[in-house]
């Protein structure tokens, strides 16, 4: 018989890291190789001009253009994109049966959004907390109810 092979991949707009585990009692392992990180920047690091000006649509008045996208959040957003299609080509392998996502609120929601319907359909729970800077001994404590570690 086949054990079933969980991932919970954790992660928030800048990191994220995959740990498995193959079955009540078989604790969390690091999967090797599935640790990613970007630099977190603020956005006057990704933007190196001021704010454009423009005229007014009446009046002679002038001021400043804000960018269509925050930055900041548009790298985030892109990391969770490349994150998500790693993600889905090691479930087409066949890497993992069930997989749980925690992640920051916001970078749940933005995996939710990325990730395929395939894995979406692997998916035994989400909790959105961001414990990207948990040691792995304690993440037990907190999927507790949601799979034996």
């Not at 079933?4 to 707009?13: D, K, R, S, V």
């Amino acid at each position: 018989m086949k054990k079933t092979i969980t991932w919970i991949l954790i992660a928030n707009g800048a990191q994220a890291r995959v740990l498995e585990n193959t079955g009540p009692g078989k604790g969390l392992q690091q999967v090797k190789g599935l640790e990613w990180a970007i630099t977190p920047l603020q956005a006057q690091d990704l933007v190196s001009d001021r704010p454009g000006r423009s005229f007014a649509s009446t009046g002679s008045g002038r001021s400043a253009m804000e960018p269509r996208t925050d930055p900041v959040e548009h790298r985030e957003t892109e990391f969770v994109k490349s994150l998500a299609e790693h993600i889905d080509r090691q479930h087409q392998d066949g890497a993992f049966d069930r997989l749980i996502i925690v992640a920051a609120p916001i970078a749940l929601g933005d995996i939710r959004k990325a990730i395929s319907p395939n894995v979406r359909k692997t998916i035994l729970a989400e909790l959105d907390k961001d414990l990207t800077n948990t040691p792995t001994a304690q993440l037990a404590k907190h999927l507790d109810g949601v799979i034996a570690v």
